[in-house]
């Protein structure tokens, strides 16, 4: 298919103009020009779960290759099936094509973080990791670079009512007589308290409401990842604008609305089972059964900011990701085996030499009378 890019101009020179997160406007790249971007009042809507799964396609997701023109330049290039946004290869002109899902984002938190804020944020990172290789430690000191990308997310609200069963463990003591042998091999009998502990069924019913429950709808970074990036300030979440998008890369969901929700319950259920406890009381509980219904269910689809890298080490890919609101910063890490041997070798030739000198005091005796002859 092929679509015609969308791209923001300078309206003083002509020049493109991309989204600063310095000055939250549009600046241009030669002038400097800045131009605002207008708030809309637009209010960001939930929508009904239940009614959108009905109404939803539930074919399989279509491979569609975008073929793009760039309007700047006139050169054509291939996006990958869901990207919408990102920078002509030719002429670095930023460029926003049609979305091509049914359900469309319509809100988003702008980039907080500029890219030099956010590689500040991860060299900080880097340098707290032990045995990292040293070319990981270097990897931002040439030209690898941070890409920005708004990447797509579900939020859901939910009222959930769960019924439960379950036992509550009370502990209480009970004095009883033990034998214990003392240092001269003799036995003797001594009186000692023991916990126990004394369950009782319980069954009750807890009640909770969760707001923007935010669960990952993109596959370009892992769920590992994504999840270690939170927790997101949805109170900052603005009307949907392409504005916010000139210069970074953006994508469509392609976690589909049913199975993002079905995360979203995994997070909402460790609460759940948190409150469960709380409900139960006593020292200890547990839990044989719990029902949740999952009531008034809305959703939102957004899009949240995120710097993204990837790091070539041992014929394997390590990917990070640094949260553009927060600074946060997640990924996988690799280890130098090297800089690992020669910390073991160390310790041990430490503790080898700690207890040869032990059993070698004169060695000691030694080392003093010749320190003190030395500074005498």
């Not at 939930?46 to 997701?61: M, W, Y």
Request: proline share 5%; net charge neutral; aromatic share 12%.
């Amino acid at each position: 298919m092929k679509f015609t890019a969308v791209n923001f101009t300078c309206p003083s020179c002509g020049a493109p103009l991309k989204f600063s997160p310095a000055t939250g406007t549009l600046v241009c790249e030669f002038c400097r020009k800045e131009t605002p971007i207008s708030e809309a009042d637009t209010p960001i809507e939930e929508h009904n779960l239940s009614e959108a799964l009905q109404k939803l396609d539930q074919t399989p997701n279509r491979q569609i290759e975008k073929k793009v023109h760039c309007k700047k330049c006139g050169g054509e290039f291939t996006l990958t099936p869901y990207t919408f946004s990102t920078n002509c290869p030719y002429c670095g002109t930023p460029s926003i094509t049609d979305f091509v899902k049914e359900i469309t984002p319509q809100s988003l938190i702008p980039f907080r973080l500029n890219h030099k804020e956010a590689q500040r944020h991860f060299k900080q990172w880097v340098g707290s990791l032990w045995f990292a290789p040293t070319a990981f430690t270097k990897y931002l000191d040439g030209d690898n670079k941070l890409t920005g990308y708004y990447l797509p997310y579900w939020t859901y609200d939910s009222d959930t009512v769960t019924d439960y069963q379950g036992q509550r463990g009370d502990i209480y003591y009970v004095t009883v007589t033990k034998n214990i042998q003392d240092s001269q091999g003799r036995i003797r009998q001594v009186r000692t308290q023991e916990p126990r502990i004394r369950w009782t069924p319980v069954s009750g019913r807890v009640t909770l409401s969760f707001d923007d429950i935010t669960v990952g709808a993109s596959k370009t970074v892992t769920r590992t990842i994504l999840q270690s990036l939170e927790p997101w300030d949805t109170s900052t979440l603005v009307p949907f604008d392409e504005k916010y998008l000139a210069g970074f890369e953006a994508e469509e969901y392609t976690v589909g609305l049913d199975n993002g929700f079905e995360y979203a319950k995994v997070k909402m259920n460790r609460m759940i089972e948190n409150a469960i406890r709380r409900d139960i009381g006593g020292d200890q509980q547990q839990i044989t059964a719990a029902n949740t219904r999952y009531l008034n269910t809305t959703y939102k689809n957004i899009l949240l900011p995120v710097w993204v890298a990837s790091f070539e080490w041992n014929h394997k890919t390590y990917r990070y990701a640094v949260n553009a609101q927060t600074g946060k910063v997640s990924g996988e890490r690799p280890y130098s085996m090297v800089k690992i041997f020669f910390a073991v070798a160390t310790v041990l030739l430490a503790g080898a030499a700690f207890f040869y000198l032990n059993a070698h005091p004169e060695i000691i005796e030694n080392i003093r009378t010749y320190s003190a002859h030395i500074i005498g």
